[in-house]
Structure formats: C-alpha cells, structure tokens
C-alpha cells in the first residue's frame, strides 16, 4: 500500500498538487469542512481523513467552488498542500484506495508552490438535470429534478438568453451569502431536451453566487410551467429582489461539470 510513512520526502519543504475530483453529493453537507463535536460529513472532511490516514496530513485543502449539500461533482478542483507527500502517480492511487465509495479522484499533479485552486479558477461550467416524464424515473433518482408536467422547453431557452452576460445576480442570490458584490459574468448559457424527457442546462460562468444555478434554474422551470412569461426575466435581474425570481430548484440536479483555471484546460 502507497504510504507517505514509505516515502523519504525533500526535508522541510511542502508540496503542492492539484486533484481533480468526481463526486456523488447527496450523502454529503457540502463540500466544506465543519468544525464541531459532530462535524457533518463534508468532501472536505473525508479526503482530509484519507490523506492523514495515509500520512500525509494536509497544511491546506482549498476547492475550485465550495459545492452545496446535496449537489455532484464531475471535475471539482482542489489544491492540496502537504509537508510530505507521494509522487502524483501514487497519490492517486492511495487516495482512491482510501475514499468512501461516494468520492474519487480522477487526477492528480504537483504544482508550483502556493498555488491555490480558488484564486486559480477562471470559470466553471455547471450542469442542471431535470427529468420531464410523467413518471418518476428511478435510474435518474439521484442526479435529475423531476418535474412531471410538460415544460415548454422553447420558452425557457427564449428567457435563458436574457441572464448571459455581466449583471447584477442579487436576484438569484441566496440569503446569507457572504460575496462582496453580486455582479457576475454569464459566458453561455444551452438548453436541450424536449418536453417528456430529460432536459439539461448548461451554464458557463467566470463566477457564481451561492445557489445561483439552482436559482437560475427553478426560475426557467417556472417559465416552462407558463408562470412566468419570457420578457420578465430581464426585469426580474433588474429588480435584484430574490422574491421576485424563481424557487431554488433541488440540489440533487446540478453537477460541477469542469473549472478552467489555466492547468487542467
């Protein structure tokens, strides 16, 4: 078994590598770590075990984009910081052989000293799932929202246009969020799918508000519903009042697809 114990690593000198990561979200409160007597379990918080129970505690763990609880991820990264270490090839392998069933890390790469994945990232593509079938799906159970009647997909690509771009999101932002501003850029913005059958958004950004997507998405599901017409989304973004756009649509839909941050891309 790969072990840092195994390894006679460069003396007094912390090595940084950046792990890509593949995750089902709904067993987890996020991707966080917590602190307290109970500390919910968190991605954070399992790979941290893994690496102290191979020997390589970790200095610092840092995420592309902290993920909520309940949503998937496809290619989150992380930067990892350790004062001893395998070599990548390794590490990955002892990860693996190490994590919960739940989490796998598909990549790993040493890097140079300090990087950090959350200033690195440039943009992020998420992906929300909605199965549209009048009958709920038991294979699609855990990573599609079911919204059982017709959606008229048209309509939701129409009102989808009038979020891409540089806007304030205050509209679409959760309460408590803890972001300095609310301006954010939307870089594209696809719907497919027809309606009775699994339709899919994808949304490119440089940045996104806590539950932004999902916001983003329980509102073009309400504009599918005929709830809402097309032309009130601009005013809707225009009015940043959060009770005036959508519900938040559920978490077990949207997926991390990938993070462009200048080394993975």
Known sequence: MDSCDETSDRAGARRTFRLVL???????????????????????????????????????????????????????????????????????????????RDVAVTGVAEVAPGWHATDAARAKLYRYRIWNGAVRSPLREGGFAWIPEPLAVDRMRAAAAAFVGTHDFSALRAAGSSARTSVRTIRTIELTGEPGHEIVLEVLGEGFLRHMVRNLAGT??????????????????????????????????????????????
């Open 22 to 100: 593949e995750y089902d979200g709904r067993d987890f409160e996020g991707w966080q770590a917590q602190a307290g007597e109970r500390p919910a379990r968190t991605v954070q918080g399992v790979l941290a075990e893994a690496l102290a129970s191979i020997g390589c505690p970790a200095a610092k763990i840092q995420a592309a984009g902290r993920t909520d609880a309940g949503v998937h991820a496809e290619g989150q990264v992380a930067s990892i910081e350790l004062e001893r270490a395998l070599e990548a090839r390794a590490l990955l392998r002892a990860l693996n052989a190490r994590l919960p």
């Open 220 to 265: 073009l599901i309400e504009v599918g519903r005929g709830r809402f017409e097309v032309d009130e989304m601009a005013r809707i973004l225009d009015s940043r009042d959060r009770g005036r756009a959508g519900p938040t649509a559920p978490a077990h839909g949207l997926v991390l697809v990938r993070v462009w941050d200048g080394l993975g891309d």
